[in-house]
């Protein structure tokens, strides 16, 4: 390439002197204030580093090279079921067979007996006796009682019963 040249002051486009004029007096301080924003952001560390990470994989798959893997012997281990498992899948499809088969008009029609009969009016009539007297435990009034003084006695051996347990002991 060639160096380039700066062009000569003849050969720069002309400007009328009104436009010229006009640019050398333009007032700054009647344009509006914008604020800038920066619209090409420069990636992060971590965008690069991801980027390199897939690049590195296609380049990986794309140079790939079949030739040089080894040959693997697949073993197959087929576990066929025991004696026991078998009875046990014979018996759950008889049981499912039996329950397909099912015919519910071969049942016999039957009559319900209760056997937990409702108590007759004597055991009403207690159980009522009970709730008032519970009732007349939970809305006892103490204040209705009667002052009582307790009188406590303690009563000393005398003399001679000092000298009696003294002369048995």
Do not use: W, Y
């Not at 010229?20 to 204030?33: I, V």
């Not at 980027?51 to 030739?67: A, N």
């Not at 499809?93 to 009016?121: M, S, V």
């Amino acid at each position: 390439m060639s160096n380039p040249v700066s062009p000569s002051l003849k050969d720069l486009p002309k400007v009328s002197l009104d436009l010229k004029s006009e640019l050398e007096g333009f007032n700054h301080d009647g344009m509006k204030k914008a604020a800038t924003a920066i619209k090409n952001l420069l990636p992060s560390a971590e965008d690069v580093r991801q980027e390199r990470q897939h690049s590195d994989l296609i380049h990986g798959l794309e140079t790939f090279q079949p030739g040089k893997l080894k040959h693997a012997d697949t073993k197959e281990k087929i576990i066929l079921p025991n004696a026991t498992d078998v009875a046990a899948e014979k018996n759950q499809q008889t049981l499912i067979a039996g329950i397909e088969a099912f015919d519910p008009a071969k049942l016999k029609h039957t009559e319900t007996q209760e056997k937990n009969p409702l108590p007759d009016k004597t055991a009403i009539e207690q159980e009522k006796g009970k709730q008032k007297f519970i009732s007349g435990i939970e809305n006892f009034d103490p204040a209705k009682l009667k002052h009582a003084e307790t009188l406590e006695k303690n009563v000393l051996p005398t003399k001679e019963n000092i000298d009696a347990e003294k002369v048995a002991a």
